[in-house]
C-alpha cells in the first residue's frame, strides 16, 4: 500500500509522542493513526498538523498538542460501551477521537464558527452520527445526561458541580483545573456519588468560559 507523506507523519507522531511517552492502549492508538488530524487544522498548518505541541485554529482557540489529547483520552478508560459528553468541541480533532472509542459522543462548543467547521469536518471524514450542541459547557447538557464519561478541554478553576451532577456512578470526568495559564490534569471518579480525585499532571490549556469557567 502507498502511504501518502501525511499518513507517514502521523504514524511517526503515533509512536515517537505518544506509544513512546508511556501510552500503550492500542485501540487508542490506532484511532489516532486513523484520523487524519491534518484535515482538523486550518490549511496553511496542515504541514504542521503532526507536530508535537498545539495550533491555532481561529477565535483565538487552539487544536491540543496530540499527546495531550492521547494523555486525556486514555485517562477516560474507553472500552467502547460509553456515552461520552466532550466540552469545547474546537476543531473536532478529540471529538472524532472520541467516537472512535465509545458507543456516543455529545460534544459542546460555545462559539458557532468552530462547531460549523467541526461539524462540516465530521461529516467530510463520514462521521455522522456525533451530536453537537452550542451551549455554555460548564453547566453540561441536562437534558442528555447522564454521562459515563465527561471530558473538558478547556481549564477550569474548579469541577463544575453540574458537570459532577451529571456523571454517572463509576463515571469518570477528566478535567485540566487550576488558573487561567497553568493547570493540572485531574480526573474525578464518582463512586458511591462522591468524588475520587486524582492529579495526572500539569498542563496549559484555554480558558473554559462560562457560569463555573473564567469570566470572558
Ligand atoms: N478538543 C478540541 C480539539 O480537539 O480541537 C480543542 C479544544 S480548545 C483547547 C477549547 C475549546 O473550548 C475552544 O474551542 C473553546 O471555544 C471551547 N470552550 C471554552 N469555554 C467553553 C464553554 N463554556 N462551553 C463550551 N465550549 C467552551
Avoid at 507523506?5 to 504514524?11: G, I, P
Avoid at 486513523?34 to 498545539?54: K, M
Avoid at 461529516?123 to 442528555?144: C, K, M, Q
Wanted: aromatic share 6%.
Amino acid at each position: 500500500m502507498v502511504k501518502d507523506s501525511f499518513t507517514l507523519k502521523r504514524h511517526r507522531m503515533v509512536e515517537e509522542q505518544i506509544r513512546a511517552r508511556g501510552i500503550h492502549d492500542e485501540r487508542l492508538l490506532a484511532a489516532m493513526r486513523d484520523i487524519p488530524r491534518h484535515r482538523f487544522v486550518p490549511t496553511i498548518l496542515s504541514t504542521r498538523a503532526y507536530d508535537d505541541g498545539p495550533l491555532p485554529i481561529g477565535e483565538s482557540q487552539t487544536i491540543s498538542q496530540p499527546y495531550i489529547v492521547a494523555e486525556m483520552t486514555d485517562a477516560l478508560k474507553l472500552s467502547g460501551t460509553e456515552k461520552v459528553l466532550e466540552i469545547g468541541t474546537g476543531s473536532g480533532y478529540q471529538t472524532a477521537i472520541l467516537r472512535g472509542l465509545a458507543r456516543e459522543v455529545v460534544t459542546v462548543e460555545r462559539l458557532h464558527l468552530l462547531q460549523t467547521s467541526a461539524e462540516k469536518t465530521l461529516r467530510e471524514l463520514g462521521i455522522e452520527d456525533v451530536r453537537f450542541r452550542i451551549a455554555d459547557g460548564s453547566l453540561g447538557i441536562p437534558d442528555e445526561a447522564p454521562f459515563d464519561r465527561i471530558i473538558v478541554t478547556a481549564a477550569a478553576p474548579g469541577v463544575p458541580p453540574p458537570l459532577f451532577a451529571q456523571l454517572s456512578n463509576g463515571g469518570i470526568l477528566v478535567i485540566p483545573i487550576g488558573g487561567r495559564w497553568e493547570q493540572n490534569l485531574l480526573r474525578v471518579t464518582k463512586e458511591n456519588g462522591k468524588e475520587r480525585k486524582e492529579f495526572l499532571g500539569g498542563c496549559r490549556f484555554v480558558p473554559l468560559i462560562g457560569q463555573y469557567g473564567f469570566p470572558d
